[in-house]
């Protein structure tokens, strides 16, 4: 997928840097999910299942509850957590995504404070998203220099905008160049380059790990 504009984006995920075990949902469905735990192949978990030492609780398309060593985690589609004895680390740990059957890297993305679905999109120059979304994360882009873009569609009326703070799983980016399209366009939030250039994308079959450069 190509795109030329962007907008902004906080993704939460939760990371503990000492830890035992390592889980990654992959997959959410009503009552299962599809997780990898400590690096392994996709399994699935259905409510009250319990593998490797890692149940799941509950489950719906949003997200999954887990009782991993102990520990109660609540994880969105393509977040990730390690819990186990050591002291826990929320910020800057490497971030796990995992392609679909079209080679697409989605995930479920909170933008202040609401759940949007984004993709990584390394053809689009910043990260972007659509007014109806933008305004669901209060973000006030009325205020961002206005301009035009074309886009497969045609052309767009678009507002550019930077973003205090970029959430992308643990990591964080601070001063985020951003594109806000008035419109419905695109359907869903693009992780452009304004974000991916500050991190190291490492991709390994079907998953791509986001590390934080700066």
């Not at 994880?75 to 490497?94: F, I, K, R, Y």
Request: charged share 15%; net charge positive; no cysteine.
């Amino acid at each position: 997928m190509q795109f030329g504009i962007s907008a902004v984006l906080v993704l939460g995920m939760t990371g503990l840097a000492s830890a035992d075990t390592q889980v990654n949902v992959v997959g959410l469905f009503a009552g299962k999910a599809l997780v990898t735990i400590n690096g392994s192949a996709p399994q699935t978990l259905s409510v009250g299942q319990t593998k490797n030492g890692v149940k799941l609780v509950a489950a719906d398309s949003q997200q999954a509850t887990l009782l991993i060593e102990g520990k109660t985690k609540v994880l969105g589609m393509g977040q990730g957590v390690s819990a186990g004895g050591g002291a826990e680390s929320t910020q800057n740990q490497p971030v796990n995504l995992y392609a679909d059957s079209a080679g697409h890297f989605f995930g479920n993305a909170t933008v202040n404070g609401a759940n949007l679905r984004y993709v990584v999109d390394t053809g689009a120059t910043s990260v972007a998203l659509n007014s109806a979304d933008a305004k669901r994360a209060n973000i006030n882009y009325l205020n961002g220099e206005k301009g035009i873009a074309s886009t497969a569609g045609g052309r767009i009326v678009v507002y550019r905008v930077t973003l205090n703070t970029l959430k992308i799983g643990s990591i964080v980016l601070n001063n985020v160049e951003a594109v806000v399209n008035e419109g419905g366009y695109p359907e869903v939030v693009l992780l452009g380059m304004s974000a991916l250039n500050r991190m190291d994308m490492k991709r390994d079959n079907t998953t791509m790990t986001l590390t934080k450069k700066y």
